[in-house]
Structure formats: C-alpha cells, structure tokens
C-alpha cells in the first residue's frame, strides 16, 4: 500500500480536521468526480475520475468513523491490509453492504447498482439527484466533576424537524398517490441559466417543488402541508462516559433533523459543559486543592481530614510543615476517558497564622519565641545571611 494517497491528502484536510469539516471535504471532492461530470469526457478522462471517486470515497469511508480513524492515525495504510484487522479485504468491491455506495448515497441520495448508484454505469443517462442529509443539532449539557469521575446517563429533550407521521414523511395526504414532479419532469433538478462576461453558464439547482425527490403528492399531507416534516420534541438517554473532558462532543447519528429530500437524517452533538466546582481544580486527570491548616498542626504534625470524589480521607502532616506543601493521594483523581489509568488528588496545605489573640495568649506566643534558636528556622537564618553578604 505504499503507493496509496494519505487520506488526509486526499479530501484536502488536516489531520486535526473536525467531524464537520470531514464531512464537508468528502461532499465538495465526491461531487468534484462524480461520474455525471464526465459523461461527455474521453474513455482516459472516466477512468482517472472514477479513480478518483474511489479514492475520495475510501479516504471517507476510513476517516468519518472514529474507530477506523484511529487505526489509521496510529497505523497508516498498513491497518487495514489483509489480516491486519482492518475491513477484512479492503476496498475492492463496489456496491456491497456498508461500502462506499452506502457512504455517498447518505449525501446524493445514490441508489441501485454500478458506479456512485447513480443510473447504473459511469455516465448513464438516468441521473438522480442531489439529496441533502437532515440539518446536524447541538445540544449542551452539565455535569458536575462526581459526574465525570463515575459516569452518568442524562435525558436530553429537545424540538426537531422530524418526519411527519400523518404522512409517514411522503408529504401525500392518505390514500394519495404520488405523481411526477411537474416543474423538474422527476429528474429533481432544474437547470438555471445565468449570463455572464464569459457567455452563458448553465447550472444545475434542487427543484424547489419537490425537493429533489423527483415526485409530489396529488394531495399534500394536510399535517405538513406537502413537506413530510413537522415539529416535534424528543427524549433521548444518553451515556456520558467517564473521564470526559469540558467542551468534548459526542455524536449520536441520525438524531438530527429530517431531510426535506428524503435523505437522512442528521446527526445530534452533544457538547458536554462541565461545572466549576466548589473545592477541585482539575488537571486533565488529576484534580486539586488547598486547604488550611493550623499553626499548631504545621509545627507539631498531625492528622487532617480531605474531602475528595468518593467521600473524606485522612492525610498525616508531617511536623515543621511549611505552607505551600503538596501531599499526592494516589488514585483518587478522575478515570481515563479510555483504558485503565486513574489521576491522583493533590492537596496543598496553606499554614493559617492565629489572629484576634488576647493579651494571655501574645504573652504565651512572646515566651514561646523567645525559647527558639536559629536552628529552629533554618530559612529565616539562610536569609538573614544572603542579605548581609549583600550588604558586604
């Protein structure tokens, strides 16, 4: 596979490139080469686009699925040669389940046999149209930092564009048939012409009549109105998976709304907000924070009481603890979105001086003082000392 194209290289993208911009690469480069644009062409000029085609349909096929796109980001080619757990024999076959055809049917409405499913050959004079795919939603939802430790299901209800059910999306009232599309005569397309300085450009639009489905009902759907979309609200469960990071997105296919052209549906991202918390700060899987100790606990040691995601713990504080010391609680961070591995809590001590002391308590502290020696504050004599050797 050493002659093979990057996939990235292929659909004109980075390797950083978003679901969207994926999507929208694979739509401008498969309508660059689809065999309708060749169909005037010289036998070489088909042959090299429907090369083409197939590149840019095998370079989707691999990069709009998470799973396989990671195989490839790791591997290269070399993931998906024969044996190596790939797709089990390649690319080679056109029109089987789950290949390209089913990928570039999701955006032009293909269907049938042969090349693209476009009238059964490279070039064939029936041509379908353009089907566009159901508009892609957004939805954010919030979870707390507890959330993101274990995992939590949420219910998310909102309003789309959804098939109408009187009509079962055809647009035709019950006990309607459907006729052929008057203004585009079924093809689903009309043709525009537009003049220009370079002469008159003929271009190709969606029939606004039927929406690119060729056909019209003889009676619209009285629910709808003829479109076979209507509002409606829906309830969905969804798992937000443990170890999610603020602002990362989750995809649920065919979630999104109805297409108007008989396509698919869109898809529903879920973009997960994650809630500031009252106590943590988190560092991707570890998580922090301060708490104050006494005087007498930083100087003599002791036992403090740590809040952390599963409930309270106790640390040991060392005596002469300075403030600004950091203490590791091993595992008691977040998971990992993927594998294993689980991050730490770290728990930074800030020593608290005693304020509003009484008379009694300043006499205590003046004796206390004077009972100490340079050894006892090894840091404030190491000052004391670089501060003369200046002065010298």
Not at 253 to 271: H, K, Q, T
Not at 347 to 353: G, H, L, Q
Request: hydrophobic letters at 30%; glycine letters at 14%.
């Amino acid at each position: 596979m050493a002659d093979k194209r990057d996939y990235y290289e292929v659909l004109g993208i980075s390797k950083g490139a978003s679901e969207d911009e994926i999507k929208k690469a694979y739509r401008k480069a498969a309508m660059k080469y689809h065999p309708d644009k060749f169909s005037n062409a010289s036998e070489k000029e088909k042959k090299e686009a429907e090369e083409k085609f197939k590149e840019v349909n095998e370079a989707y096929q691999v990069l709009s699925d998470a799973q396989k796109k990671a195989q490839y980001d790791q591997f290269g080619h070399a993931a998906f040669e024969q044996g190596a757990g790939g797709f089990g024999g390649g690319f080679g076959g056109f029109g089987g389940a789950g290949g390209f055809e089913d990928i570039f049917s999701s955006f032009f409405g293909g269907g049938g046999s042969g090349f693209g499913g476009f009238g059964g050959g490279f070039g064939g004079s029936s041509r379908r149209s353009y089907v566009e795919p159901g508009r892609d939603l957004r939805y954010q939802v919030e979870i707390t930092l507890e959330e993101v430790a274990t995992g939590v299901e949420k219910t998310l209800k909102y309003k789309r564009n959804g098939k109408c059910k009187s009509c079962d999306g055809t647009g035709a009232e019950s006990g309607s048939a459907m006729k052929t599309c008057p203004k585009c005569n079924g093809r689903g397309y009309v043709e525009v012409t537009q003049r220009t300085i370079l002469g008159n450009m003929v271009s190709q639009m969606e029939c606004d009549e039927c929406h690119g489905k060729g056909k019209v009902p003889e009676k619209k759907c009285k629910s709808c109105g003829g479109t076979g979309i209507a509002k409606e609200t829906v309830e969905k469960k969804v798992r937000i998976p443990a170890g999610i990071e603020n602002g990362q997105k989750l995809r649920l296919d065919g979630m999104g709304e109805a297409s108007e052209s008989g396509g698919p549906n869109g898809d529903l991202y879920v973009i997960v907000k994650v809630k500031d918390h009252a106590i943590f700060e988190r560092d991707e899987m570890d998580i922090m924070c301060e708490i104050p100790i006494k005087f007498t606990t930083a100087a003599l040691g002791g036992e403090v009481e740590v809040p952390t995601l599963k409930g309270k713990k106790i640390i040991k504080i060392p005596a002469g603890t300075q403030t600004g010391k950091s203490f590791r609680m091993r595992g008691e961070g977040l998971p990992a979105l993927r594998g294993s591995m689980v991050g730490d809590e770290i728990v930074k001590v800030v020593v608290e001086t005693p304020i509003d002391l009484n008379e009694k308590q300043r006499e205590l502290l003046r004796a206390f003082e004077d009972s100490l020696k340079d050894k006892n504050y090894t840091k404030h004599k190491t000052w004391l000392d670089k501060v003369k050797a200046f002065f010298k």
